[in-house]
């Protein structure tokens, strides 16, 4: 949590066909297919993963932002909230 932001990061997100396809087509071509086909998915999941965000925090997202890197592997995920959830301090020890 950074203020009203939720990052989620995913390492070793991509499939061995994933992979696949963007070595096998020429340029950047691979890359770009497969981010199109990931925000398509991400986008028709978005109410699920809202929904699922509201229960944990008790708050609405107001946006998603979203990459994915054919390099390393990695996905980004930045949910904007309607204002910061509500967290209690870390016990001193």
């Known amino acids: 949590m ?6 989620v990061r995913l390492q ?4 061995a066909a994933e992979r696949h396809l963007v070595k ?20 028709t999941a978005r109410p699920l993963l809202e929904a699922m965000l509201q ?5 609405k ?5 979203h990459d ?7 996905e980004l995920m930045i949910f904007t909230l309607v204002d910061p959830p509500l967290t209690r301090d ?4």
């Open 24 to 43: 096998s087509l020429p340029g950047e071509k691979g890359r770009d297919l497969l981010k199109q086909v990931r925000t398509h998915l991400l986008e």
């Open 2 to 7: 950074l203020g009203d932001r939720l990052v």
């Open 55 to 59: 229960e944990i925090t008790g708050r």
């Open 68 to 74: 994915i890197s054919t390099v390393t592997g990695e």
């Open 12 to 15: 070793g997100v991509l499939t």
């Open 90 to 93: 870390a016990r001193k020890e």
């Open 61 to 65: 997202s107001l946006s998603l932002h």
